[in-house]
């Protein structure tokens, strides 16, 4: 197989005439450290100051009917960069140095040093998101009864048909794993003679299986909504959809089942070999303390800006370009995600969460 890179998702096979005729061996960064003397003991003290960045160089070649204006804007970047001999990870990186133009032109050939900080990260995991306001999901779908039409779109749900019997008809959803806590079920409806109830279950049981234990009855133009405390973990796969009247049906509905807990808890695997210090995105209200492994770590205020981007590498915390620093109490650089499993657990309400590079190699 043919060498590559990925310069910030462009691959190098892309742009036409490129050859990669090497890429750098994979080794690890220098480890800076300090020695200090110290009279009447033996040896020194060694102190770990941080790993270095380093010049990883490659080699390309021209061949063919290239453009090498083309060549030189591909390497005129700095970002993430993927090797094919690495395809799993990226680096961050910039290049400094010109290409030597003269000889790229005269032998087709030129060396490119990449200057990579010295953390590498995954190319393949997505960042996990997790999201409290709304985990009701529909696949789409259509099903008729008695002269009744029910289909899903994008998770609106349009009811259409005439009938002169009530008309019952289940809806299945992406199953919900909902824990013990206090949750709301809410549901709202829009069109002609929406006059019909709606309720969440966990099978075609009865109702002691239905999420609250009554239904909602749809209202035109309104959400209407049941809350409720679970004592256990149950797991919910349908909806429950009552047809009453008589009447010509045609309308549209859609339903939310959010969790309503003050606190919340997720796992975290950081599959590289060192401490990781990812990218937090929080959506929220009011005042926020985040824990790791049950150490408080941080506190959010999140009064004023209901969302926040949290850089764990580079110190910082932002709302789009407004910087909200002041708006965290706590380290930055104590939030590290150790290889292996993290926990990570806090107080407040955190309706989305979304962690990003929370694996990290050396």
């Known amino acids: 197989m043919l060498n590559y890179i990925t310069l910030n998702g462009i691959k190098s096979n892309t742009i036409k005439g490129l050859l990669i005729q090497s890429l750098p061996p994979i080794t690890k960064p220098l480890l800076r450290t300090e020695a200090e003397e110290i009279d009447g003991r033996d040896g020194d003290v060694i102190t770990k100051l941080g790993y270095s960045a380093y010049d990883k160089e490659v080699v390309i070649g021209l061949y063919g009917d290239y453009e090498v204006n083309d060549v030189l804007n591909y390497f005129n970047s700095e970002g993430i960069v993927t090797f094919s001999n690495e395809p799993d990870k990226y680096y961050k990186y910039a290049i400094y140095e010109q290409i030597d133009l003269e000889k790229l032109l005269r032998f087709k050939t030129a060396n490119i040093k990449f200057h990579v900080q010295p953390f590498k990260y995954s190319a393949v995991d997505k960042a996990y998101i997790y999201n409290q306001s709304n985990i009701l999901k529909i696949p789409n779908m259509e099903y008729t009864k008695d002269g009744v039409t029910v289909s899903a779109t994008d998770g609106v749900i349009t009811v259409t048909g005439t009938h002169t019997t009530p008309v019952n008809i289940y809806i299945p959803i992406k199953p919900i794993q909902a824990t013990a806590g206090a949750w709301t079920f809410s549901a709202t409806a829009n069109g002609l003679n929406s006059n019909c109830n709606v309720r969440l279950v966990n099978n075609y049981a009865s109702f002691s299986g239905t999420f609250g234990g009554r239904s909602i009855a749809l209202i035109n133009n309104t959400e209407v909504s049941i809350s409720a405390d679970l004592t256990e973990d149950i797991t919910y796969n349908y909806l429950w959809l009552n047809v009453t009247d008589d009447k010509t049906e045609d309308f549209t509905f859609t339903a939310k089942f959010q969790s309503n807990a003050n606190s919340g808890r997720i796992e975290i695997i950081n599959r590289g070999n060192i401490d990781a210090k990812p990218l937090l995105k929080i959506k929220g ?30 110190l910082n915390a932002y709302n789009n370009t407004r910087l909200l620093n002041r708006y965290v109490v706590g380290n930055y650089d104590n939030f590290k995600l150790k290889a292996g499993l993290n926990v990570i657990t806090w107080s407040g309400i955190i309706r989305e969460f979304e962690i990003d590079n929370f694996s990290r190699w050396i």
């Open 285 to 314: 209200d009011g005042i926020i303390n985040l824990s790791l492994s049950s150490d408080l770590i941080l506190t959010i205020n999140l009064t004023e800006y209901h969302e926040i981007i949290i850089d764990i590498d580079q």
